[in-house]
């Protein structure tokens, strides 16, 4: 039988509890073999407004939350490419190496609103079924002639953008995101204001 893939993108600056358990949940409902979490290298949408965490960094904080748990993996698929990071390439790559292989492109709620802006988004569908995870009884409103399948799954109240600013504040993280990345973020100084 041909591999069912995952594929959940994102800047993960940093990665949190809610990225996993989106992902560990629409693993169990759709029967998928692998999640890929797949690090961003420079994701175009979000360059110039803000420093964002090196790449590097940011896989290592990926990997750190991924370890361990059954059928989630960090992926430097984009980081290897190098240069600005289109889903449509990565899909593209994921499908060369694994002929056969079936692609679930996972998206949140926000990023699934805003997915006709993408590059090349009709390339994007051709090459994968797109999954958006929904809070439920709150379904957002998705471009028409895309064919979404919807997960609906609770969504913690946690953010990359409040986890760097409890960071810079001194205030706690322990909880909102694995304990690696919290010892991570630690050691490597990330997020401290003035760096
Ligand atoms: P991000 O902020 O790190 O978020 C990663 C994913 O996690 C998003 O789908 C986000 O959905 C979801 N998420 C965030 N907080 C969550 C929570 N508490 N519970 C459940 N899910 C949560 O990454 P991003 O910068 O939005 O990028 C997402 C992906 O889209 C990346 O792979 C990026 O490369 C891709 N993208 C591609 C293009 C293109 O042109 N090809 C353009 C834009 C983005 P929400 O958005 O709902 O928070």
Redesign the pocket.
């Known amino acids: 039988m041909s591999e069912r893939l995952g594929v959940?993108?994102?800047?993960?600056?940093p990665?949190?509890v809610?990225?996993l358990?989106?992902a560990a949940d629409v693993r169990h409902e759709l029967g998928l073999d692998r999640i890929l979490m797949?690090v961003?290298n420079e994701?175009?949408?979000?360059l110039g407004s803000r420093d964002l965490t090196p790449a590097s960094d940011r896989l290592a904080m990926v990997r750190a939350a991924v370890a361990g748990v059954d059928g989630l993996e960090a992926s430097a698929i984009?980081i290897e490419r190098g240069g600005t990071?289109?889903?449509?390439d990565t899909l593209a790559d994921l499908a060369a190496a694994r002929p056969g292989v079936q692609l679930y492109l996972?998206?949140?709620?926000?990023?699934?609103a805003?997915f006709t802006?993408?590059?090349?988004?009709e390339d994007?569908v051709a090459q994968a079924r797109l999954v958006v995870?929904d809070r439920p009884g709150a379904p957002v409103t998705l471009a028409e002639g895309v064919p979404w399948q919807r997960i609906a799954a609770p969504?913690?109240?946690?953010?990359?953008t409040d986890l760097r600013r409890r960071v810079g504040a001194d205030a706690p993280i322990d909880f909102l995101v694995p304990a690696g990345v919290v010892t991570y973020i630690t050691e490597h100084g990330l997020y401290r204001v003035g760096r």
């Open positions: 959940f993108g994102g800047t993960f600056d990665p949190h809610g990225h358990i989106a797949v961003a994701p175009w949408q979000k984009e990071s289109y889903t449509a996972i998206l949140g709620a926000d990023a699934a805003g802006t993408w590059e090349r988004y994007v995870v969504r913690l109240e946690i953010s990359s």
